[in-house]
């Protein structure tokens, strides 16, 4: 099986960003998810959203990509993860921009175009799980 360069490429990408959001989601969990909800949420407390929803979402946030990140890097559910990574980066900048964090926000958006990208080109999605675990049509 010969793999063309696009595909390379294309898997290339996709797993670098899911090794990022694996990397970020897991290392967070292993020291401890309630010590990062409280970071982040005592971190936005000048800006003017509630503090129980940034908690909250704050506790969801480790496993959120630590779950994108492992379906980008095995190639699984992959359309579906890459628009949830861009909603979920929306919902990151609501909070940055929201704390008039600028620079930060400009650096999500690379993240929200790496998952445009993705999702653009994903027609060049060869080397992913997703083309083996797909169900044949059944003869009737």
């Not at 929201?98 to 958006?109: G, I, K, M, R, Y």
């Amino acid at each position: 099986m010969r793999i063309n360069n696009k595909s390379l490429a294309y898997a290339l990408l996709r797993i670098a960003l899911g090794v990022n959001f694996a990397g970020h989601g897991l290392i967070r969990i292993y020291n401890g998810v309630g010590a990062f909800a409280t970071s982040t949420a005592e971190h936005l407390a000048k800006s003017p959203l509630p503090h129980t929803v940034t908690f909250g979402f704050s506790h969801a946030i480790p496993f959120l990509e630590a779950i994108l990140g492992l379906t980008l890097i095995l190639g699984v559910f992959t359309r579906i993860s890459l628009v949830c990574g861009a909603v979920f980066m929306m919902a990151l900048t609501i909070g940055i921009t929201a704390n008039q964090q600028w620079d930060v926000a400009s650096e999500q958006l690379n993240y929200s175009v790496v998952f445009f990208v993705l999702l653009y080109l994903i027609e060049h999605n060869a080397l992913a799980l997703d083309n083996y675990l797909r169900t044949t049509p059944s003869h009737s």
